[in-house]
């Protein structure tokens, strides 16, 4: 239900409700304005656009900026992926039919073999490829003139792009997860379009559980949506979509059954850590791939799970979410209990209940 990737039946369904324009685009303003700029500047020197690099997370809007930027430059859309180039032919083939100012878009660009990407350098920088027919002592190289295009690369792992691949992108935008102030904005639009009737606070508690993704909060309004009109409810409030995503075990923050899997285990059969990856995947029985893909990423960033060179730790939000008290060895148990005594102190004070935690960084 929280996973970031999209399968191809739900990529048909995000279709309907993707922004057509930027100022359609909810969040990412400073990239927005930025691509604002670039696109306007393109049109006012009747030039094609300079080539834009987005990264970030799965699910936070890469593919429609690219189909954004072809409708902003009223250009013709080419989409390919990076693992479909696998030889410097498949690129050239693509290239060789493009017509001039067509936005050509590549998701997952880092996955491009080498030989198609080293024949993207000389594509994006003069517009021509060289073309070698023959083998051996008989090959040939052949130039290939190419129409001047706009290349969008997306991709969720910029660190694997070579420099001299970045260093030939114009505009290069990432992306930051959203806040859930923005994704009720993004909700509030997506409600609009399947005429789904939800209330201010319905909205809220769907945004809170959307892990700062507009996929995964499009994927659970859809899923309120099923389950109002099964319920036969004409409009949804706080309640129902609560019992709605408690159903799918989305819990308030946003953990699913794999995420709260993991927690559990390492908080009751390992004691909180540290312990390897694939001993924990074998104690949720998922694969390795699946627990440090999917599950990892999101409890790190929440702060439950920490990576340490000795295997993964409970965080102390993870025994607070869990409602477990850690024992006295776990990993950060001593940090937990000074923090929740300070709590009480000041509870029992009378003083202004200000962050326990404070105290401890200070100088």
């Given at each position: 239900?929280?996973?970031p990737?999209?399968?191809?039946e739900?990529?048909?369904?995000?279709?309907?409700?993707?922004?057509?324009?930027?100022?359609?685009?909810?969040?990412?303003?400073?990239?927005?304005?930025?691509?604002?700029?670039?696109?306007e500047?393109?049109?006012?020197?009747?030039?094609?656009?300079?080539?834009?690099?987005?990264?970030?997370?799965?699910g936070?809007?890469?593919?429609t900026?690219?189909?954004?930027?072809?409708?902003?430059?009223?250009?013709?859309?080419?989409?390919?992926?990076?693992?479909?180039i696998?030889?410097?032919?498949?690129?050239?083939?693509?290239?060789?039919?493009?017509?001039?100012?067509?936005?050509?878009?590549?998701d997952?660009?880092?996955?491009?073999?080498?030989?198609?990407?080293?024949?993207?350098?000389?594509?994006?920088?003069?517009?021509?490829?060289?073309?070698?027919?023959?083998k051996?002592?008989?090959?040939?190289?052949?130039?290939?003139?190419?129409?001047?295009?706009?290349?969008?690369?997306?991709?969720t792992?910029?660190?694997?792009?070579?420099?001299?691949?970045?260093?030939?992108?114009?505009f290069?935008?990432?992306?930051?997860?959203?806040?859930?102030?923005?994704?009720?904005?993004?909700?509030r639009?997506?409600?609009?379009?399947?005429?789904?009737?939800?209330?201010?606070?319905?909205?809220?508690?769907?945004?809170?559980?959307?892990?700062g993704?507009p996929?995964?909060?499009?994927?659970?309004?859809?899923?309120?949506?099923?389950?109002?009109?099964?319920?036969?409810?004409?409009?949804?409030?706080?309640?129902?979509?609560?019992?709605?995503?408690?159903?799918?075990?989305?819990?308030?923050?946003?953990?699913?059954r794999?995420?709260?899997?993991?927690l559990?285990?390492?908080?009751?059969?390992?004691?909180?850590?540290p312990?390897?990856?694939?001993?924990?995947?074998?104690?949720?029985?998922?694969?390795?791939?699946?627990?440090?893909?999917?599950?990892?990423?999101?409890l790190v960033?929440?702060?439950?799970?920490?990576?340490?060179?000795?295997?993964?730790?409970?965080?102390?939000?993870?025994?607070?979410?869990?409602?477990?008290?850690?024992?006295?060895?776990?990993?950060?148990a001593?940090?937990?209990?000074?923090a929740?005594?300070?709590?009480?102190?000041?509870?029992?004070?009378?003083?202004?209940?200000?962050?326990?935690?404070?105290?401890?960084?200070?100088?």
């Amino acid at each position: 239900m929280v996973a970031p990737g999209a399968e191809a039946e739900e990529r048909e369904l995000e279709a309907a409700l993707r922004p057509r324009t930027l100022d359609d685009f909810v969040g990412q303003h400073r990239v927005r304005e930025q691509l604002s700029l670039v696109l306007e500047a393109a049109r006012l020197r009747g030039k094609t656009a300079d080539h834009v690099l987005l990264s970030g997370p799965p699910g936070l809007g890469k593919t429609t900026l690219s189909m954004i930027i072809a409708a902003e430059m009223n250009a013709p859309l080419r989409i390919s992926s990076g693992p479909a180039i696998q030889h410097a032919g498949d690129l050239a083939a693509i290239l060789s039919s493009l017509t001039e100012g067509e936005v050509l878009f590549l998701d997952e660009i880092h996955r491009m073999s080498r030989p198609a990407e080293e024949m993207l350098y000389m594509a994006m920088e003069d517009f021509r490829v060289d073309i070698v027919v023959g083998k051996g002592a008989g090959a040939t190289s052949i130039p290939l003139e190419i129409p001047p295009f706009t290349l969008v690369g997306a991709t969720t792992r910029a660190g694997l792009l070579p420099g001299p691949l970045r260093d030939r992108f114009g505009f290069t935008g990432h992306l930051e997860f959203y806040s859930s102030a923005e994704l009720e904005l993004v909700l509030r639009r997506s409600a609009l379009l399947l005429d789904l009737a939800l209330n201010s606070a319905a909205f809220a508690e769907i945004a809170t559980r959307s892990r700062g993704t507009p996929r995964i909060a499009n994927r659970l309004l859809r899923r309120v949506r099923d389950w109002a009109l099964v319920k036969g409810l004409d409009q949804v409030d706080a309640r129902a979509a609560s019992a709605a995503l408690d159903m799918y075990e989305v819990d308030a923050r946003g953990l699913d059954r794999l995420d709260r899997g993991v927690l559990q285990a390492l908080c009751t059969k390992f004691g909180g850590g540290p312990v390897g990856l694939s001993t924990l995947a074998i104690a949720v029985g998922e694969e390795v791939e699946t627990v440090e893909t999917v599950a990892e990423p999101y409890l790190v960033r929440e702060g439950l799970l920490g990576r340490t060179p000795r295997g993964r730790i409970a965080m102390p939000a993870a025994w607070e979410h869990l409602g477990l008290q850690p024992p006295p060895e776990a990993p950060g148990a001593a940090f937990w209990t000074v923090a929740a005594g300070a709590a009480q102190e000041a509870e029992g004070s009378g003083l202004p209940d200000d962050d326990p935690t404070d105290t401890l960084f200070s100088p």
